[in-house]
């Protein structure tokens, strides 16, 4: 089945602890993305990836990295989690480079950071 | 700077109750207007993709059009189970971002 998943669904942790939040794809996508996701503000790209090794940022990239070794992976990686990164976090694939295919999103991934 | 706005925020329809929900774009030059649909608590799930003015696209009682400056999303007829937020984006111009609106949330009551 063409999916995105992500892991953990479900994530609490406590201030300045590093943790990494993995997406993968199993659709041969060219494209990915990281969003954020709060009441009142929609959904916000944090990162995006148009290939291997090629990654740039979105609206609201400050507290996060990512990389993308390989074609499906694209973990967030949260240095120093903040109160102020508790958010709904969505992975989104699209078939090429660009951003103007169809984006398959993961089913999200929510922080608590306490 | 690229933006997409969306109308109205929230809307609230009796069953069978026709409407539209707004999604203003102002991109450079447009390469592509998506809408989705997203369920509480779920990522978002894809309806259209609408590439150039006069664009129009059907999926059972809906229909979304393109103008040079806004896209429309019609709901004909709406049942209980089109009770969703429906967003818009677009591809930034100059870059391969994409720019989400707010989203519109519709709840259509029995």
């Known amino acids: 089945e063409a999916q995105v998943t992500q892991n953990p669904r479900y994530l609490i942790t406590v201030t300045g602890k590093k943790l990494t939040v993995t997406c993968s794809q199993n659709?041969?996508?060219?494209?990915m993305s990281w969003y954020r996701q709060d009441p009142g503000l929609g959904l916000r790209q944090i990162y995006y990836s148009m290939n291997v090794e090629v990654t740039d940022k979105g609206d609201v990239p400050e507290g996060y990295k990512v990389s993308r070794k390989e074609k499906r992976n694209f973990p967030l990686i949260l240095e120093s989690p903040s109160p102020n990164q508790t958010s709904l976090y969505f992975c989104?694939?699209?078939?090429?480079?660009?951003?103007?295919?169809?984006?398959?999103f993961g089913p999200g991934t929510r922080l608590t950071v306490l | 700077e690229d933006q997409v706005t969306q109308s109205p925020e929230a809307l609230r329809l009796q069953e069978g109750e026709s409407s539209s929900l707004n999604c203003s774009y102002t991109?450079?030059?447009?390469?592509?207007l998506f809408w989705y649909r997203q369920d509480p608590g779920k990522g978002p799930e894809f309806l259209f993709t609408?590439?150039?003015a006069g664009e129009e696209k059907e999926k059972e009682r809906l229909k979304a059009t393109l103008t040079k400056k806004e896209s429309f999303l019609h709901i004909t007829a709406p049942k209980p189970e089109d009770s969703a937020t429906y967003l818009c984006a677009v591809p930034g111009w100059g870059d391969d971002k994409i720019i989400f609106g707010k989203g519109t949330r519709l709840h259509i009551l029995p």
């Open positions: 659709m041969n996508h060219e494209y």
């Open positions: 989104a694939s699209s078939l090429t480079s660009g951003g103007t295919d169809t984006q398959y």
């Open positions: 991109v450079s030059g447009l390469r592509g």
């Open positions: 609408l590439y150039s």
